[in-house]
């Protein structure tokens, strides 16, 4: 379980978007945001209309998914408590959402509309830098997943990929998942089948334990050996 500040958000470094903040200029971004709670299925933002303010989720989860041409839903990520997203606010030119981002749970964010948050980031430098950075970071692991899809076998990847997803839940070399094997697919570049094989092989090792829309990882360890490539796969 994530560490709690003072005010109500994970401290650093889970809460990028305040480090190296001081407590003054925190407070004041904390004022100056709208508090937005939303139900499960309910939307923050939606594909294709224009960037009108930064958010920070504060409570809950989110997920981050994009309509294709056919009208197929894409899951790109999930977005955990300390997170933020729509940084293209602080552009001056007009920018457009690339994916949605819909409510999985009840949840509840900060919102600062692209006014507010560009007169913040004017004059705190910090606050820049840490936006520069949240989105340097989510290109980074764009890359590598980009990079695996290219050069690396599905097993590997795919244990990347749970841990990056079980991270805000993991616990004692444990984590869990609340995703089906469809939303695993499209986010590890695979088909249904693929994934289906892969985790029934690591439920027969006791490595995972999985039902509809749950998965318990039981070994951090097993699975971190596997996405390093150092365990034979199935």
């Given at each position: 379980?994530?560490?709690?500040?003072?005010?109500?958000?994970?401290?650093?470094?889970?809460?990028?978007?305040?480090?190296?903040?001081?407590?003054?200029?925190?407070?004041?971004?904390?004022?100056?945001?709208r508090?937005?709670?939303?139900?499960?299925?309910?939307?923050?933002?939606?594909?294709?209309?224009?960037?009108?303010?930064?958010?920070?989720?504060?409570?809950?989860?989110?997920?981050?998914?994009?309509?294709?041409?056919?009208?197929?839903?894409?899951?790109?990520?999930?977005?955990?408590?300390?997170?933020?997203?729509?940084?293209?606010?602080?552009?001056?030119?007009?920018?457009?959402?690339?994916?949605?981002?819909?409510?999985?749970?009840?949840?509840?964010?900060?919102?600062?509309?692209?006014?507010?948050?560009?007169?913040?980031?004017?004059?705190?430098?910090?606050l820049?830098?840490?936006?520069?950075?949240?989105?340097?970071?989510?290109?980074?692991?764009?890359?590598?997943?980009?990079?695996?899809?290219?050069?690396?076998?599905?097993?590997p990847?795919?244990?990347?990929?749970?841990?990056h997803?079980?991270?805000?839940?993991?616990?004692?070399?444990?984590g869990?998942?609340?995703?089906?094997?469809?939303?695993?697919?499209?986010?590890?570049?695979?088909?249904?089948?693929?994934?289906?094989?892969?985790?029934?092989?690591?439920?027969?090792l006791?490595h995972?334990?999985?039902?509809r829309?749950?998965?318990?990882?039981?070994?951090?360890?097993?699975?971190?050996?596997?996405?390093?490539?150092?365990?034979?796969?199935?």
């Amino acid at each position: 379980m994530s560490t709690m500040s003072a005010h109500g958000l994970p401290r650093e470094p889970f809460c990028q978007l305040f480090r190296n903040l001081d407590e003054v200029t925190v407070a004041s971004l904390r004022k100056a945001a709208r508090c937005r709670q939303l139900l499960p299925g309910e939307i923050f933002c939606r594909q294709g209309e224009t960037v009108a303010s930064l958010y920070l989720l504060k409570a809950g989860l989110a997920k981050a998914s994009g309509t294709t041409a056919s009208g197929n839903e894409v899951l790109l990520d999930w977005i955990y408590p300390g997170d933020a997203f729509g940084m293209e606010a602080l552009l001056s030119s007009p920018m457009n959402h690339v994916w949605s981002i819909r409510a999985d749970e009840a949840s509840e964010a900060l919102e600062w509309d692209k006014t507010t948050i560009g007169r913040f980031a004017a004059c705190c430098p910090h606050l820049y830098d840490n936006i520069l950075g949240i989105i340097l970071r989510g290109d980074h692991q764009l890359q590598e997943r980009f990079t695996g899809l290219a050069t690396e076998r599905v097993e590997p990847r795919l244990a990347r990929l749970t841990l990056h997803l079980s991270r805000s839940s993991t616990n004692r070399g444990s984590g869990e998942l609340h995703i089906s094997d469809e939303e695993l697919a499209q986010m590890a570049g695979t088909n249904l089948f693929t994934v289906n094989r892969v985790l029934n092989h690591w439920r027969r090792l006791g490595h995972v334990e999985k039902s509809r829309r749950r998965l318990i990882v039981l070994h951090i360890d097993k699975l971190s050996a596997i996405a390093e490539g150092s365990a034979p796969g199935p």
